[in-house]
């Protein structure tokens, strides 16, 4: 805030031709106080949001005998616009209007005077601004240009006053752009201070992760006691920088993320761990089956163990009527038809399981979905209506219509029936002896060798 000094020797004669000319009376004369202390004239500062309307007191201490004045005002018509009335003041003796407000392309020009000089403290005048909306995060300055006061004394000698005038700053928080270090035409930017306000959520990794600032919020502080709230994604707008950056590979020495704007510095801790162990690898499966032998798949199994497809069991089982997971199914139908996604597709559930890879390739392609987008359920058994609808999407099979001869068939899921029905009727899969299709049964793995069997020899893929 920048204060000036203005000495005034003026006769009332002066004071009655200027204010002729403005159509005004000229003020009574006063005794003045040659030894009171020092009248100051001050615009006051405040804080705004762009669009917020502002009124801005122009205050007096000491008045001193003050009898009239006349003002101009400058200030940044790219930041402000100026209300086309101007308020009274409060201070004893400005009961009248200010008269006469003036505007120019950057300035207001007021001027009072009354027949009884002002003996109180107050405001002269109040002034309204509305902040515009594209108005950049800093402070402005309403500033003094020119200031004629005018003081006269009943005897009619001329006398001088010496009055201090202040300029006024208005604070602007939640605009945008501020920048770092000025040079913005519409707001000179004040960052004093960076503190974060809310960490980011997640601060503790392993090694080789990838710095995710999610949630990250700094708190921006200006001159004047002004203060904002940034968030991540106005970072840029604002000249914010964090190092390392959102992104970066993490090492087991990064323990700080630096946060920095117009030289400003705060720090937020994290913790980066060395990753566990790799798990040993699994021993390749034993090939050789002993619990299939005269099993209605038994050629099937033994077709797609031989494919690498699949696989039995370390003790030399395969269990064909045990149920499969849907991790399990979608891992088959991936190697047996050798799915390719242009697109990976990973889900919350998966993103650390075994069959992560095969699940992201299938669901990148279409040919299985989650839940919803961030739930797969993996380990889940999977269900005969699911399994139709993966094995129609693998095998791309012509959608077929048709009555289905199962007496369950009211069983079968609304969203899943088309999908039961091309399955059916291009012999993909088929029901049971008791005329039954069981769709909310879970699948076993030896039907689901058999439903990858008959894609496969149906030529459908």
Known sequence: MSKRKFSMMLAAA????????????SAAGADLDMNAP?????????????????????????PNGLAGYGFAIQYDSKVLTPAQNVQAGTASGVGAPVYNPAYSSNKIFLTWA??????????????????????????????????????????????????????????????SNPGGG?????????????????????????????????????????????TEDVALDKFDDYKITVSPAKGTILKTNDTQLIIKVNGKTAVQNITVNKPAPAEPPVKPPVIKLTDIDGHWAEGNIERLVEKGCI????????????????????????????????????????????????ISAAAGGGTVQGYNSLVFSPDEMITREQMAIM?????????????????????????????????????LMSGYPDNTFRPQANATRAEAVTVIINALRAGLS
């Open 182 to 226: 000025g040079g913005s035409s519409v707001v000179s930017v004040t960052v004093t201070g960076v503190s974060v306000k809310n960490a980011p959520q997640k601060v503790i990794y392993n090694e080789g992760d990838a710095l995710d600032l999610t949630g990250l919020t700094v708190t921006l502080e200006y001159v004047g006691g002004g």
């Open 391 to 427: 094995i129609v999407n693998a095998a791309a099979a012509k959608p077929k219509a048709g009555e289905l001869p199962y007496r369950d068939k009211t069983d079968i899921s609304p969203w899943a029936l088309s999908w039961v029905t091309t399955a059916v009727h291009n012999d």
């Open 311 to 358: 696989a039995g069991y370390a003790d030399g089982t395969f269990q064909p009527d045990e149920t499969i997971t849907r991790a399990e199914f979608t891992t088959l139908i991936v190697k047996a038809f050798d799915l390719q996604a242009d697109r990976e597709k990973v889900f919350n559930d998966t993103a650390n399981h075994w069959a992560k890879e095969y």
């Open 14 to 25: 002066m004071v009655m031709v200027l204010f002729t000319g403005l159509g005004m009376a």
């Open 38 to 62: 020092e009248p100051t004239i001050r615009i006051v500062s405040t804080n705004a949001k762009p669009g917020d309307v502002i009124n801005i007191p122009i205050s007096i201490t000491e």
């Open 114 to 175: 009354d027949a009884n000089a002002i003996d109180s403290n107050g405001s002269l005048a109040v002034v309204s601004f509305t902040v515009k909306s594209g108005a950049k995060s800093g402070s402005t300055l309403l500033a003094w240009d020119k200031a004629n006061i005018f003081v006269n004394d009943s005897d009619g000698t001329d006398v001088t006053s010496t009055f201090a005038f202040s300029d006024g700053t208005i604070n602007i928080t939640g605009g």
